[in-house]
């Protein structure tokens, strides 16, 4: 399994994500969160989940996109965020640490 490597985003690149898209997945993280570090071995793969069922896939740091983050009111990482049409619509994650299985139920149910 391939440890995921996040893509730096601006703000404004993200926002752009989300306001341009009718499916967008916001994957919020750091570096330095041990939590985040035990999920990324399979975000690849809902990763690739999501983008067969048409979302678009968006990776941002909590730290270097701070202000996308207090915007839509997440607080805890790991989170994955489904906007529709620019609007928050589901999430999982809120600091806490993530089951794989439960990640890809989420998936399966919301997309």
Same mark, same amino acid.
């Given at each position: 399994?391939?440890?995921?490597?996040?893509? @730096?985003?601006? $703000? !404004?690149?993200?926002?752009? %994500?989300?306001?341009? &898209?009718?499916?967008? #997945?916001?994957?919020?993280?750091?570096?330095?969160?041990?939590?985040?570090?035990?999920?990324?071995?399979?975000?690849?793969?809902?990763?690739?989940?999501?983008?067969?069922?048409?979302?678009?896939?968006?990776? @941002?740091?909590? $730290? !270097?996109?701070?202000?996308? %983050?207090?915007?839509? &009111?997440?607080?805890? #990482?790991?989170?994955?965020?489904?906007?529709?049409?620019?609007?928050?619509?589901?999430?999982?994650?809120?600091?806490?640490?993530?089951?794989?299985?439960?990640?890809?139920?989420?998936?399966?149910?919301?997309?």
């Amino acid at each position: 399994m391939e440890f995921y490597e996040p893509t @730096a985003h601006t $703000d !404004e690149e993200i926002r752009s %994500a989300i306001a341009d &898209n009718s499916k967008t #997945i916001l994957f919020l993280q750091t570096s330095w969160c041990g939590d985040c570090k035990v999920i990324k071995p399979f975000v690849g793969s809902f990763r690739d989940l999501a983008e067969a069922q048409g979302a678009v896939w968006v990776d @941002a740091d909590r $730290d !270097e996109n701070l202000e996308v %983050a207090n915007e839509n &009111n997440l607080r805890g #990482i790991p989170v994955f965020v489904l906007f529709e049409n620019g609007e928050q619509v589901a999430h999982i994650g809120n600091g806490q640490r993530l089951n794989p299985n439960d990640v890809t139920a989420w998936f399966k149910e919301n997309l």
